[in-house]
């Protein structure tokens, strides 16, 4: 069984610190507005859904240490801005925060603290939901014996839920049986490695570790069924940011006739950007190029360029597998599929 990822109980906000993963298994509790901001730049909590649960029930950390309902409406900006900034491209931390923060324009003046948590909550309740509702979704397209790639990490440590994409997979070899995947390492940071085969293990399910530059080869040996991958951020026309190396991944799928699934919540499509190319890209530490781990591999001094994301043109992108269903490509127009329900980080909820 995977341990509990994120959980908030009497005030007390405790997540898993995924960086120790997979040696060790350690709860760490985040006490108030620095160690939540710290956690998130650090990826101690990571995953675009995951990002937007720990950052909700940062806010009841920060504001409901306060000593009063006034002080804590004075500290609101600063908390809702130091959050925002903490990771720049992942959407749903924006959607969670502007949830929190219409609750925070309405907060009563008792029970307030309450008011903040049962919003906190309810985000967290509807990610878990969302996951069981992608995996339901995402299980017809795939067959008995399928052998899979998937990039980066989007199970339940990236959710506290079930997760995207690889909760599809999961759960597709848990109905079907026979499901092999093949993890991406996912440089620089190697999610794949550490964390989608840990999880892999834990749910029984077989896999083999691959390095990213050896995908594109593995495709073109045969076998293959499809390619599966979480979002980050979604543009209305389908464009997709993912972890980087996913466009590498889709290309080399596109050459070689192998469909490219993107496994997402809803509230990862970002309505307000109309293409991909004005998704905002986190450039990350050179450090993280240069000196994995704290070892070097690089010449000190080294010019490093470090995206954390690419975007995947929607051409790409065989379907978008969603909460409300499959979208099927390569023509996609999700403000004519979302816009009547639901727009850009919960300003209207569905």
């Known amino acids: 069984m995977t341990p509990e990822v994120v959980s908030f109980r009497a005030g007390r906000l405790t ?23 710290r956690a998130i730049r650090t990826l101690v909590v990571r995953g675009a859904p995951l990002i937007g649960v720990t950052a909700a029930f940062g806010v009841c950390v920060s504001l409901g240490g306060q000593p009063a309902r006034p002080a804590a409406l004075d500290y609101a900006p600063e908390v809702f801005a130091r959050l925002r900034a903490s990771r720049p491209t992942a959407i ?15 907060l009563p003046d008792s029970g307030w603290r309450e008011a903040l948590e049962r919003e906190a909550q309810a985000i967290f309740r509807e990610t878990v939901e969302q996951d069981e509702a992608l995996a339901a979704h995402g299980a017809p397209l795939l067959e008995s014996g399928a052998r899979v790639i998937t990039h ?72 293959v069924h499809s390619v599966w991958v979480g979002a980050d951020r979604i543009a209305a026309n389908g464009d997709t940011a993912n972890k ?11 050459h070689h006739g192998v469909p490219f699934y993107v496994v997402a919540p809803t509230s990862t499509v970002d309505l307000a950007l109309s293409e991909g190319s004005a998704i905002p890209i986190e450039e990350r530490a050179p450090e993280e190029v240069t000196a994995p781990e704290g070892r070097p591999l690089a010449p000190e001094g080294t010019t490093v360029w470090n995206p954390a994301f690419d ?3 929607a051409a790409l992108v065989s379907a978008i597998v969603t909460e409300q269903g499959v979208i099927r490509g390569p023509r996609y127009d999700l403000r004519k599929s979302f816009g009547a329900a639901r727009v850009l980080a919960g300003t209207a909820t569905k």
């Not at 997540?15 to 108030?32: F, G, I, K, N």
């Not at 989007?154 to 499901?179: M, Q, W």
């Not at 980087?244 to 596109?254: F, P, Q, V, W």
């Open 244 to 254: 980087i190396g996913t466009y590498s991944l889709a290309l080399a799928a596109s």
């Open 311 to 313: 975007v995947t043109p």
């Open 15 to 37: 997540v898993l610190d995924q960086t120790r993963l997979p040696h060790e298994e350690c709860l760490v509790e985040l006490a108030d507005l620095e160690q939540v901001e």
């Open 92 to 106: 749903n931390l924006f959607w969670a925060l502007e949830r929190m923060e219409r609750v925070v324009e309405a």
């Open 152 to 223: 980066c990490n989007t199970g339940p440590l990236a959710t506290g839920g079930r997760g995207t994409a690889l909760g599809v997979l999961i759960g597709a070899h848990n109905a079907h049986g026979n499901l092999h995947v093949y993890v991406d390492e996912t440089r620089p940071r190697w999610q794949g490695a550490h964390l989608t085969t840990w999880e892999l293990a834990k749910a029984g399910v077989p896999h083999t570790l691959i390095a990213d530059s050896a995908a594109a080869f593995l495709m073109q040996r045969g076998g």
